[in-house]
Every structure is written in structure tokens, then in C-alpha cells.
């Protein structure tokens, strides 16, 4: 019984890192690959190097996105942070 109750505190630091750091962080990874999967043509992105565009043509591992009329840069699916709501460039 004594060996038991002097691993409960490290168990029960294993647990609440679990609840604390690991689950939190595999439920963002899952809800960023969802939205990498989900990306289409016309929607508005923001990349990881700050440009705010439109996509115009998606492929297996790049995107095309439309920074200005006319302008067109091909980035990773990796690099896309941020998915924005429809209209966001036309306020801006």
C-alpha cells in the first residue's frame, strides 16, 4: 500500500497535464486539419507570413491565393492560419 500512495502524485501529474496541455492542443490539430481539408475556391485566408487574400485555385499541397487584382501567389496548405468570413478583404 505504501508504494502505491508514492506514485498517486506523479499519476495524478500526468492526468491533469493530460487535461491541461495535451488534449487542448490535439483538439486544435484537429480542428486546423479540418479546415485545411475544407478549404475552397473563394475563400479568404490568412497565411502564416500575414497576407490576407482570396483563393483562386487549390491543389494536394498548394494553394493559389489572390492577394490584389491580378496578383496571385502560391503558398502551402501548411501556411494558411486562419480562415475568414466571407466580405473580410472588401471592409478592409
Known sequence: MGN????????????????????PQM??????KAMMEALAKGD?????????????KV????????VSEGNEVVVQKAA????LPKGTLKGL
Request: hydrophobic letters at 50%.
Open 59 to 66: 491543389s494536394d499541397a498548394y494553394i493559389t491565393v489572390e
Open 44 to 56: 479568404e485566408v490568412v497565411t502564416s507570413g500575414g497576407l490576407l487574400g482570396k483563393i483562386v
Open 80 to 83: 494558411i492560419t486562419t480562415l
Open 4 to 23: 502505491l500512495t508514492s506514485f498517486l502524485p506523479i499519476i495524478l501529474m500526468f492526468v491533469v497535464l493530460y487535461f491541461l496541455m495535451i488534449r
Open 27 to 32: 483538439k486544435r490539430q484537429k480542428e486546423q
